[in-house]
Each structure stands twice: as C-alpha cells, then as structure tokens.
C-alpha cells in the first residue's frame, strides 16, 4: 500500500465513525459527523437529498444496525452480503446495492464489500475502516451537491449523486489496476534475462496472474450492479434517458477496464510461454553438453582401451619381453595409442554424434 493511502487509513480510524452531507430546503447544503445514527435524524428528517457514510470494523453486525436505524429493512443488508463481492436488491421504497472496493498491495489483492442504501431523499454507504475512497469524495461533496438543481425531482437526485459515488468508487478501483500493470512492467523486464531461475520467476509470474484474475472477478460484478441499475427500472432510480446514459458511461467505463485486464492476462500467458520456452532452451544446452562429454569420453576411452589391452597381452610370460624390447614396444604404444584415438574421432563424427554447438 503506498504511503499516502496508509495515511488515509490512520485518519478514517482516528476520525469520526461516520459524516453526512445534506442539502436542506433553504438549497445550502451542509456537512456534519457524529458517532452514531442518531445524531444525523435531526439533518435526515429536513433534507431534500442527504449522503451519509459509514465507516465500521465489523461489517455483517455493525452494517445491519444502522441500516434497521435509519429507517431500512432489517433483511436488506444480509441479503446483500449474502452475494458474491457484489449484489443488487430492489424492494421499491428502497434499493440496496453492494459493490467491490480492491485494495492491491504488492501482488495481494484484497476485496472489500462497499454498501449503498438508497431510500428516498437518502443515500447511506458503509464499509470498513481499509476502504477510505469515499473520504476524499466527502472533501467536496458538498460542492458537487450544490451543482444539483433543486427543481429537478428527487429521483433525479438521488440517481446523479448515486452514479458519482459508483464513479468514485470505480475510479479508485482502476487506479489499484495501474499498480498491477506498473509490477507486471518489471515483471516483462526480468523476463529478459534468461538466466534467471526458473523457480523465482514462474511463481511472480502466477501470483500477477492470480491478481488479475481477482480482479477481473470485481469487474465483472461491478458490471453486472451497473447493467442492473441501468435496466432494472427501480422506482428510486430516475427514468430521464439522460441521466440513465450516464450510467451507461459507468458500465461503458468498466468494460474498457474488462478488455485492458484480459489483454494483461493474454501477455502474461504469452510470458509463461516464453518461460517454459527458456527453460526448454536451458534443459537443450545442459543435454548437449553432457552428448559431448560423453563423446570425449567415448573417444579418450577408446584410446586407453586399445594400447592397454596390448599391454596386457605382451605382458604374458609368453612373450618373455627384455628390457631390450621397450623401444619396439614404447613406439608401438604410442602409435595405438594415436591411432585408434584418431579412428574413434572420425568414425564418432562421421556418425554426427558430436554436437555442432552447446548453445
């Protein structure tokens, strides 16, 4: 995790549990943060549109209370958090949705489950402490909430401060994907160099594609979330062709990210090719270089064998050899010697036994 997002994290646990921005009849919208539900039903009760974040450390407890506090159903939440990183419940006067928040460190990726309660006049969000994208949103929600024209009706609203959280949301997403491709950069450098050890360098390259792949999951169910605001026709969720476009931006957003992630995963397919490839070329040269020790081997043993097996003969009593003979016998040594050293060569080459190169 780089440093400023663990800053980011060490302030949302040291700071408030929870902050709301809302924006009254009078058309200013405020700001405020407390500890518990209770303290925001005062701004909630008056408000024309309201966001409410919450940030807990447990989030199957925890979620449902506030979510049952603030007015919800006591089954949404676990409904939600009963899907796989992500889910879609519409029930008319509410609306739950639940998507993926990745957070990658290193080649570690770690999904976190994002909330968003709508009802109308309110959207709630609740995750846990690691995820503090929607802390830097807050900075200058309440600006982007004064863009909203108070004319328009509340479903419009709500669906325009909704697709800005989901954009949000997704936009710290893709930035965690930079990462992944910054590492799989110097993962294709190091491909280069072919001498290094298989055993170190096939595991990186699992562990990037494992990453991918977790995080092609959270793309996919952000998607499906996407599609499913766009054409469930929920009664919170405006109906102006307009605004239903910019949700179809969102999804058009998270296919691109869909394409760039498979065409990741392609390269590092290719890049598991090539290793093997590399190390197929490494078991060939250790091959022919062991094909022509043996070789030598074969042609030095057939050396030693012909004069040592004359030696052996002529070293029978039979022969009854003088120290007058070593002149004869020494010639004839070296010459069998020599001899038969050349006749295992040519006829080794000849049969193109030897190996032409090692590399």
Not at 267 to 284: C, P, R, T, W
Request: aromatic residues 8%.
């Amino acid at each position: 995790m780089e440093t400023s997002e663990v800053s980011q994290v060490k302030a949302a646990t040291n700071g408030p549990r929870a902050f709301c921005v809302a924006m009254p009849p009078s058309g200013r919208p405020c700001k405020m943060t407390g500890e518990q539900p209770s303290d925001f039903i005062s701004i909630l009760q008056d408000a024309d549109i309201a966001w409410l974040n919450f940030s807990v450390s447990e989030i199957h407890e925890e979620t449902a209370k506030i979510a049952s506090a603030l007015g919800f159903s006591s089954s949404l939440v676990p409904s939600l958090l009963s899907g796989y990183y992500s889910a879609y419940e519409d029930r008319d006067t509410e609306l739950g949705l639940m998507l993926p928040a990745v957070r990658v460190t290193g080649l570690k990726v770690d999904v976190y489950p994002l909330l968003i309660l709508i009802r109308k006049n309110l959207i709630l969000t609740m995750h846990t402490k690691e995820v503090v994208r929607l802390v830097h949103f807050y900075r200058y929600a309440e600006t982007f909430m004064r863009k909203i024209k108070p004319v328009l009706p509340w479903q419009d609203k709500l669906t325009i401060f909704l697709t800005r959280l989901i954009d949000e949301n997704n936009s710290a997403n893709f930035d965690h994907l930079r990462r992944i491709e910054t590492q799989g950069d110097e993962l294709s450098s190091r491909l280069t160099d072919p001498t290094i050890p298989r055993n170190i360098i096939a595991p990186e390259i699992h562990n990037m594609k494992h990453a991918l792949i977790q995080y092609l999951d959270t793309l996919w169910a952000t998607l499906d979330v996407i599609n499913s605001l766009r054409h469930g026709d929920a009664e919170l969720i405006t109906d102006s062709p307009k605004l239903l476009a910019r949700i179809g931006i969102l999804a058009g957003d998270v296919n691109r990210q869909i394409s760039l992630s498979e065409h990741m995963s392609e390269v590092l397919a290719s890049g598991l090719e090539v290793l093997q490839s590399i190390y197929n070329n490494q078991l060939q040269i250790i091959n022919n270089r062991l094909a022509l020790a043996v070789t030598w081997l074969t042609v030095l043993g057939t050396a030693v064998l012909v004069p040592n097996t004359l030696a052996t003969i002529f070293g029978n009593t039979a022969f009854d050899l003088k120290p007058s003979d070593a002149g004869w016998y020494s010639a004839m040594l070296i010459i069998s010697t020599v001899g038969s050293t050349l006749l295992a060569y040519w006829w080794i080459k000849k049969k193109g036994i030897i190996p032409k190169a090692i590399s």
